[in-house]
């Protein structure tokens, strides 16, 4: 059974830092484009950021470019997400998200939902002092 488990968040002060982790089990985890969303209390939930099923393709959401970092170690079956001079905007429940790699890769994939198979029950993340 598919099953993605995320890790790492928590309460951390404005301009802290937090590393979020997905490890994925019973699917073949280089065979998808993987990707963390969040939503906070009252909004939509919004892309943050997209990683290729290779690693060697990202996308950021404008918002949080140049503060965060996705990256995935296909050998252990992890995504990961390093959040850096938080906000409290950031504050949001993260979700990571597999997309199978015949959906395609591109900037769609941080806007579009539907083509991710699989989803995680979210990690919270609240920036505050």
Known sequence: QEQMV???GGLVQPG??????????????DDYSMAW????PGKEREG????????????YADSVK???TISRDN?????YLQMDNLKPEDSAM???AAAPVHMGWGLFLL???????????????????
């Open 66 to 68: 140049g503060r965060f």
């Open 111 to 129: 806007d579009d939902m539907g083509r991710y198979n699989y989803w995680g029950q979210g990690t919270q993340v609240t920036v505050s002092s």
């Open 75 to 79: 050998d252990k079956n992890t995504l």
């Open 16 to 29: 802290g830092s937090l590393r979020l982790s997905c490890t994925a089990s019973g699917l073949t985890f």
């Open 37 to 40: 969303f969040r939503q906070a």
């Open 6 to 8: 995320e890790s790492g």
């Open 94 to 96: 993260y979700y990571c």
């Open 48 to 59: 943050v950021a997209c990683i290729s099923w290779t690693g060697g393709s990202k996308y």
